[in-house]
């Protein structure tokens, strides 16, 4: 038996270099099967993702032009706001930030938790800023947050713009905090310029529309990195 081991491993060393299979060989292999799988589960993912709907349009009411930012995770909305409007006699520009969801709690607009173990209540941050022509040095910044079906304020405070912002700038009390009186003020405020309820309503279809249009664009730019 031993010779005929000792012989057999004889004829292996004597074959040519090109008949044995290398180790790269085999890694090649392994290599090109586990891209085969990886590349049928990224196409097997896209197919079952459903066709992208065009995005919903801006509320008639408030004509923002939406700058949809593809490949990030946030949407610019903007406005001109005329005096003809309610703008009290000065044009001014509103600017609307908003991420996709970042969130589920679920706070009222009295602070109260909701409860009752319903399906959670998606969050999404919005940062609204209006600036007039006649001061492009300064404008009104608002934190807000975009519920499915309201606006909620958070905080409201004046920037500088084109200068870089305080390390600690003081930003006023959280909006809960203030009268009663100045709240139904500042949401008269944004609801004369398109930020409001309808808007939030809005946001929450456009991004339910964006995470899945971006998360196509995602599956198919991974794809297209694996096949080259």
């Given amino acids: 038996m031993a010779r005929r081991l000792l012989h057999l491993r004889h004829h292996l060393t ?8 290398s180790r790269q060989y085999m890694a090649d292999m392994r290599r090109s099967a586990f891209l085969d799988r990886l590349l049928r589960s990224l196409r097997s993912e896209i197919s079952s993702c459903r066709p992208e709907p065009a995005p919903p349009l801006p509320p008639s009411a408030a004509p923002f032009t939406v700058d949809d930012r593809p490949g990030e995770q946030w949407i610019r909305l903007r406005r001109a706001f005329s005096a003809a409007e309610g703008g009290g006699g000065e044009e001014e520009e509103v600017r609307v930030d908003a991420t996709m969801v970042d969130g589920a709690v679920a706070p009222t607009r009295s602070g109260a938790v909701a409860d009752g173990g319903g399906p959670p209540r998606m969050h999404i941050s919005v940062h609204v800023e209006v600036s007039k022509t006649t001061r492009p040095d300064m404008a009104l910044h608002f934190e807000c947050s975009a519920w499915p079906e309201e606006m909620d304020v958070e905080r409201v405070y ?19 905090e203030l009268d009663e009186e100045m709240q139904g003020a500042v949401r008269d405020y944004l609801e004369q310029r398109g930020v409001n309820d309808e808007l939030a309503e809005f946001l929450h279809s456009y991004m339910e529309n964006k995470e899945q249009t971006e998360l196509v664009r995602w599956l198919r730019n991974v794809e297209c990195y694996l096949k080259k």
């Fill in 14 to 21: 004597t074959l040519p270099p090109r008949l044995l299979p």
């Fill in 158 to 176: 004046p920037v500088r713009r084109g200068a870089p912002a305080p390390e600690q700038q003081y930003m006023g009390r959280q909006f809960r």
